[in-house]
């Protein structure tokens, strides 16, 4: 099963970036479609972003358009998700997850669309 490992996560102020990045073990990754979700306290984990196995198709959550960017690089086997004008809102652990599916859709967590997810690491925006 592919491994997948969360870093870039921190304390940032409102307004402020951060730039989130997943590492996955193998490259059976660049086959599928890769997805963030996150969870805040007291929430269900949502989706955030999706990203077809090509890189040329991305989706994202109505909350964080505009605002976030997903991006990959089969090369490296990594997937990243650049975070802009963080509110505070944002704040929760985010998490990197690996499709069945090579397209890039929005699915809710548990849907078994998806085959494997990262531990996650945790954002914190202060206002």
């Known amino acids: 099963q592919v491994q997948l490992v969360e870093s870039g996560g921190g304390l940032v102020q409102a307004g402020g970036s951060l730039r989130l990045s997943c590492a996955a073990s193998?490259?059976?990754?660049?086959?599928?479609?890769m997805g963030w979700f996150r969870q805040a306290p007291g929430k269900e984990r949502e989706f955030v972003a999706s990203i077809s196995w090509s890189g040329d198709t991305t989706i994202y959550a109505d909350s964080v358009k505009g605002r976030f960017t997903i991006s990959r690089d089969n090369a490296k086997n990594t997937v990243c998700l650049q975070m802009n004008s963080l509110k505070s809102e944002d704040t929760a652990a985010y998490y990197c997850a690996l499709y069945t599916t090579p397209r890039a859709i929005i699915i809710g967590w548990g849907d078994p669309r998806l085959r494997s997810w990262g531990q996650g690491t945790q954002v914190t925006v202060s206002s």
């Open positions: 193998d490259r059976t990754f660049s086959s599928y479609a």
